[in-house]
């Protein structure tokens, strides 16, 4: 006769709490982290990695007896392959199927010890959303998620021996499945839409799960308590439809002019690359030859106008476009300019220099504008 057996509601009540509290942190949290990332369109995502596995609460079969059982399981590996689509505000939605597998090592909590062959491996299907984030670093981008979906566990060739008796079983069972998921992605230089991802994954298939099998005595069965999986994974993500941006336009070197010498320039054009805020040689001196001029000229302030192109949304282009503006006034006042003389106003995506549709990264708009009044 049966002993004893784990309490299945335990086991789920101590894992609960933990999957719930990640899935709703990562979730309700997101939103808040940073600015989303300018990312639009199909992709597709394969990862693999290690599996860290927990011990599992168990009623063992027939003939094995003990108290608080739980089936070992070995550390194994992980491997996944998921298709999405990312809605471009940093929201992800993705299909996304998984497989696990660990060998088994036995039974704890039994009056007599218990030894293990055979595998366990895991199949699931997962519907998840994640949130990119974008922290100001281009070669860098977080992100978070969870998932919820179904999980099926089979026991392939399984045997478990105890003295005197043992337990067969190549069966399968499923339940209820769900994840949180924490990551990180590299974008591939030179390769629009490639990046490479490193992530952590937390994985339960919610029990009970019973697997029928043989013992010398005739038929039993093996039931299993939520399965737990700890993943630590690296993949590639690529992304469709993603353009590289364009070689930037050259400002074109004024002419030198002829005597008498024209009355210097009161308006500046500074051009910056996609997504950057940076100042090149060229820039520092455009605003070099505006900061030198300013003092050949009466004047009342000067303004610096930042904006961006069409790319990106609405929100993050504002914030783009101040970052630009900012970077040009702090090297006004480097060359010498009065920091109270310059007026700094940022207009993300308006008032484009070059008229174009949305999502179009035009060199062109991309700019500040120094204005001597």
């Known amino acids: 006769m049966r002993l004893c057996a784990y309490t299945p509601g335990i086991a789920r009540l101590r894992a609960a ?28 995502n394969l990862g693999a990695g290690y599996d860290l596995v927990p011990d599992s609460g168990a009623a063992p079969p027939s003939g094995f007896s003990g108290s608080n059982v739980q089936l070992r399981r070995d550390d194994g590996f992980a491997g996944l392959g998921s298709f999405g689509y990312a809605f471009g505000n940093g929201f992800r939605l993705e299909l996304e199927g998984s497989y696990r597998q660990n060998g088994l090592n036995g039974l704890t909590g039994t009056t007599s010890p218990t030894s293990a062959t055979g595998t366990i491996q895991n199949y699931g299907v997962m519907t998840n959303l994640l949130f990119d984030m974008d922290i100001g670093q281009s070669w860098l981008y977080p992100y978070l998620g969870g998932g919820v979906g179904y999980g099926w566990d089979r026991l392939s060739g399984a045997r478990l021996s105890q003295a005197g008796t043992s337990f ?8 209820f499945a769900y994840q949180a998921i924490a990551g990180l992605s590299f974008p591939v230089s030179g390769v629009p839409g490639l990046s490479v ?29 939520t399965q737990h999986d700890h993943d630590f994974m690296l993949g590639v993500r690529y992304a469709f439809g993603v353009t590289p941006p364009p070689m930037p336009t050259p400002v074109p070197t004024p002419a030198a002019a002829a005597a008498p010498a024209p009355a210097p320039a009161r308006s500046y054009l500074v051009f910056f690359d996609w997504d950057k805020a940076t100042l090149t040689t060229r820039a520092q001196q455009i605003i070099k030859e ?24 609405p929100q993050y282009n504002q914030g783009l476009s101040m970052r630009r503006a900012q970077a040009v006034a702090a090297e006004l006042v480097k060359d010498g300019v009065p920091q109270g003389a310059i007026s700094i106003q940022g207009f993300g995506e308006t008032h484009l220099l070059v008229p174009t549709g949305s999502g179009v990264r035009e060199p062109q708009n991309r700019r500040v504008e120094i204005i001597i009044r």
């Open 290 to 313: 505006a900061a030198d001029n300013s003092t050949k000229v009466s004047y009342t302030r000067i303004e610096v106008n930042g904006y961006t192109d069409t790319s990106g949304t």
């Open 197 to 225: 991802t490193a992530e952590y994954r937390y994985h339960s298939v919610v029990g009970d799960e019973t697997f029928h099998g043989t013992t010398p005595s005739g038929t039993a069965s093996l039931s299993l308590g």
């Open 168 to 175: 067969s079983s190549t069966d399968s069972a499923g339940g």
């Open 17 to 44: 709490p933990l999957g719930a509290a990640l899935l709703a942190a990562v979730l309700l949290g997101a939103p808040r982290a940073a600015n989303a990332q300018p990312f639009q369109g199909v992709y597709v």
